[in-house]
């Protein structure tokens, strides 16, 4: 059911506040990050993993295997996947990969969050017994996007959606242990969750404002 006693902008507003400012947040034009993947293509051990971006919505992934690299690229517009376990030496992001991507991009500048949607509907739930609010984004086209905030204004939980022949199905994404690093506060763990795997970044270091090509 809808929440028509706040509005999403406010609640945007809080997260962004919450995370730091509008103005900390301006001041972090890229970070690169270490630490560690666990998934169904580990056997959910940990394995090295480095996380590159670069403001506005550029983000790079490289999953270091026992036996190859995973490297996931999103330029803004486009995005690519590489890896020994690809179809192709090179795989084009598509509908709702590319859209994942995207989304992961928008979360780690998310100064840009409110003119990502055309349209947002508030609403409430529980997570974990604690209650949080729901922002909905939609745009022409496209499936929607649940952006989860706890009490604190922060991001807990992104859920999407891809079209597919048996039925929309969701990934979800949910953030924790978050640390502050130049001002900012910032998820150092993630899990992604679609009906056939799961997997969990872990971060342990957290470099802001290195020169990325």
Excluded: C
Aim: hydrophobic share 40%; proline share 6%; no cysteine.
């Amino acid at each position: 059911v809808p929440d028509t006693t706040v509005s999403a902008s406010q609640i945007l507003d809080k997260y962004l506040e919450a995370l730091g400012g509008t103005a900390r947040l301006a001041k972090i034009t890229s970070f690169a990050a270490k630490g560690t993947y666990a998934g169904f293509d580990t056997g959910f051990g940990e394995v090295p993993v480095e996380v590159y971006a670069k403001a506005p919505n550029q983000r790079a992934t490289v999953v270091h295997l026992d036996y190859g690299q995973n490297v996931r690229v999103y330029d803004g517009r486009n995005g690519w996947f590489a890896g020994p376990d690809s179809p192709a030496p090179l795989v084009t992001l598509t509908t709702g990969t590319l859209d994942l991507a995207r989304m992961e991009a928008l979360v780690a500048f998310p100064a840009g969050i409110k003119q990502a949607f055309g349209q947002w509907i508030v609403g409430n739930t529980i997570i974990d017994d604690n209650d949080v609010q729901i922002v909905q984004g939609t745009n022409p086209g496209l499936l929607p996007v649940d952006l989860y905030f706890g009490k604190a204004g922060l991001l807990v939980r992104l859920v999407r959606w891809t079209q597919t022949a048996v039925g929309p199905v969701p990934t979800q994404i949910d953030y924790g242990d978050y640390r502050e690093v130049a001002g900012v506060r910032t998820p150092f763990t993630w899990t992604i969750s679609q009906t056939y795997m799961q997997m969990t970044i872990k971060l342990s270091d957290l470099q802001t404002n290195v020169p990325l090509a």
